[in-house]
C-alpha cells in the first residue's frame, strides 16, 4: 500500500478530485492517503504561501502528491503555490503529455501526441529581479548544467520508457548563445547517449510555429523553463480541451501530480467539470508508484468511455457524443468500464518493474579560469557616451576601457547616433594581449570610481574557461 498525500483544493478541484479518487479505489490501486489543505482559505487566514507546515511535512513524509487546482486570490503579496512547490521539492520535471483524441473529441490537429517536458526549477524563473537605474529593471536568466543534464537526460530516458522516437529541443541559442547555448550544447552531448531515439533542434519561434501548425510532426519536445510554460499552454489547447490533460511535476524524492487546468470557478459546485485532467495525472502517478497494471486499467476504461460518447459538457458534441453526463455521472461510467480496453485509441500498456535511470549529477573537474576583466554597471544621465568614455578611460590601469554598451548595443566606441540610449551603460574594462587580469585590479577601479563620482551599480567579471571566452560580446562589436 503506497501512502500519498491529496489536496482537494478550490473550485471545481473537491468534485474532480472525488471523481478521481473514487475511480481509483474502484480499479483497487494500492494506495491510502492523507488529506491536505492548500491554497484559497490557507491565503486568506493571512498565510501569503497558501501552504502551511503540516501540509509540507505530509508531502515531504509521503513524496507523492495528488493535487487538485487552487485559486490564487486576487492581488498582490500571495506567492504562487505551484512555483514555490516545484522548486522547494525539487520538482525539476515537468511532464506533460498532450494528445488529441480525434474523432470522439473536437480538434484541428487529429494525429498530435506530443509529450513537453519543461524544466521546472531555473530560467528566469529564479525570480531574481533588481530595479538598478530609474530607467531600467532587470531580471537574471540562470541556466545551468546540473539543471540542463538532469531534463534533457529525462527526456531521453522518457522516450525510451515510453516508446517513443524522436526528441526535439528548443531554444534561442541564436540570440543567447552562453545560457540557451548551454541547454544546447547538453543537449548535443545527451543525444549521443541514446543513439536509439532521434533527436532534433529548434529554434524556439520557428519550433513553435511548427508545434502549432503540424503537431503530429513532434514526438517529445524538451525546453527550458519559460519557453515551456508558453508552449506547453499552447500544445494542451489545440490538442482539445484544457480539461484533458494532466501534468507530472517530478522530482529526485518527491513528485506531483496535477490536470493542467485551474480551478474554473465559475462552474464549481455544478457537478459539470471535466475529471480528466486530475484522472489521467493520477495514471502517470500510478506509473509512478509502480502500479502500471491500475494505471492500464483505468486508462483503458477512460478511453473506453470516451469512445463510447459520454462526454461532461466542455467536450460535448452534437452529432459526436452520445450522452451528456456530469461529472460524477462521468466517474460511473469509467468506474463500470475498468476492464473494458478502448477499441479505436492504443489501447495502454505500461513497461513494468523499469524505472527512469537519471543517474544523481556529477561535478566535472573545474576548468582553468582565468579573470581577463570586468564590465563595469554605471546610472548616468547623459546622453553622449564619449563623455562618458572619457571619464571613464581616467580609471583605467592593467584593465583598460574597451567597450561601452546600452542596452546590449555598442555605443562607444564609433556608435551610431541613432540609436537609442538609457541611463544604463554597460562599460567594458578589458586586459590586453591574453594575459589575466590582476585580482585587485577590480576593487581599485571601483574605489577610483567612487573618487571621479562615477555611479556604479553592479560589476559582472569577465572569464575565460579553459582558454574559451565566457562572455558575450558587445551587439556590433
Ligand atoms: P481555468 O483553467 O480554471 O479555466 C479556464 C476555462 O476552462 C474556464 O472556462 C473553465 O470553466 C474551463 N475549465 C477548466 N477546467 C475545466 C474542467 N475540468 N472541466 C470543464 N471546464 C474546465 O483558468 P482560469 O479561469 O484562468 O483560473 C481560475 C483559477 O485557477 C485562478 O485562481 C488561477 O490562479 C487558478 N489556477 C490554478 C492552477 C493550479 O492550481 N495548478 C492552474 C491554473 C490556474
Not at 546622453?383 to 584593465?399: F, G, H, M, Y
Request: with cysteine; net charge negative; charged share 25%.
Amino acid at each position: 500500500m503506497q501512502k500519498i498525500t491529496v489536496a482537494k483544493g478550490d473550485g471545481i478541484g473537491p468534485e474532480i478530485m472525488n471523481a478521481t479518487l473514487a475511480i481509483l479505489e474502484a480499479a483497487n490501486a494500492q494506495i491510502a492517503w492523507d488529506e491536505i489543505e492548500i491554497g484559497e482559505k490557507v491565503y486568506l487566514s493571512g498565510n501569503t504561501s497558501g501552504i502551511d507546515k503540516v501540509a509540507w511535512d505530509s508531502i515531504r513524509k509521503n513524496k507523492v502528491f495528488l493535487k487538485a487546482p487552487i485559486t490564487t486570490p486576487q492581488g498582490g503579496g500571495y506567492k504562487s503555490l505551484n512555483v514555490t512547490m516545484r522548486k522547494a521539492l525539487g520538482l525539476y520535471a515537468n511532464v506533460r503529455p498532450c494528445k488529441s483524441f480525434y474523432p470522439f473529441v473536437n480538434t484541428k490537429h487529429p494525429k498530435m501526441d506530443v509529450v513537453i517536458i519543461r524544466e521546472n526549477e531555473e530560467d528566469l524563473y529564479a525570480g531574481i529581479e533588481h530595479q538598478q537605474t530609474d530607467e531600467v529593471v532587470q531580471c537574471l536568466k540562470l541556466i545551468t548544467r546540473p539543471g540542463c543534464e538532469k531534463i534533457v537526460r529525462y527526456a531521453f530516458e522518457y522516450a525510451r520508457l515510453y516508446k517513443r522516437n524522436k526528441v526535439s529541443c528548443f531554444t534561442k541559442d541564436n540570440i543567447m548563445k552562453h545560457t540557451d547555448g548551454l541547454f544546447h550544447q547538453v543537449f548535443k552531448e545527451i543525444a549521443q547517449e541514446y543513439p536509439d531515439i532521434q533527436s532534433d533542434n529548434w529554434i524556439i519561434d520557428i519550433g513553435a510555429a511548427r508545434l502549432a501548425d503540424t503537431p503530429e510532426d513532434f514526438d517529445v519536445v524538451v525546453l527550458p523553463n519559460l519557453y515551456g510554460d508558453v508552449v506547453s499552454d499552447i500544445t494542451a489547447q489545440i490538442s482539445g480541451s484544457v480539461g484533458l490533460a494532466g501534468s507530472a511535476n517530478i522530482g529526485e524524492s518527491c513528485a506531483m501530480f496535477e490536470a493542467i487546468h485551474g480551478s474554473a470557478p465559475t462552474i464549481a459546485g455544478q457537478n459539470i467539470a471535466n475529471p480528466s485532467g486530475l484522472l489521467r495525472a493520477s495514471v502517470m502517478m500510478l506509473n509512478h508508484i509502480g502500479q502500471q497494471d491500475v494505471a492500464e486499467l483505468v486508462k483503458n476504461a477512460w478511453s473506453y468511455t470516451i469512445e463510447e460518447g459520454i462526454h461532461t459538457p466542455d467536450i460535448y458534441k452534437e452529432g459526436v457524443s452520445k450522452k451528456q453526463v456530469s461529472t460524477t455521472e462521468f466517474a460511473e461510467s469509467v468506474i463500470n468500464h475498468l476492464g473494458k480496453k478502448p477499441r479505436t485509441f492504443l489501447t495502454a500498456e505500461y513497461a513494468k518493474d523499469v524505472k527512469l535511470n537519471i543517474p544523481t549529477y556529477q561535478r566535472k573537474k573545474p576548468a582553468n579560469k582565468m579573470l581577463k576583466g570586468v564590465d563595469v554597471f554605471v546610472d548616468w544621465k547623459g546622453t553622449n557616451p564619449d563623455e562618458l568614455a572619457e571619464k571613464l578611460t581616467k580609471l583605467n590601469s592593467d584593465i583598460k576601457l574597451t567597450m561601452i554598451t546600452n542596452r546590449g548595443v555598442k555605443v562607444w566606441p564609433n556608435g551610431f547616433e541613432e540609436t537609442f540610449c538609457t541611463d544604463h551603460w554597460r562599460c567594458r574594462y578589458e586586459v590586453e594581449n591574453g594575459h589575466p587580469a590582476a585580482k585587485q585590479s577590480i576593487p581599485e577601479l571601483l574605489s577610483n570610481a567612487l573618487q571621479e563620482e562615477v555611479d556604479i551599480i553592479k560589476t559582472e567579471n569577465l572569464y575565460e574557461f579553459d582558454g574559451v571566452r565566457g562572455y558575450s560580446l558587445g551587439q556590433g562589436q
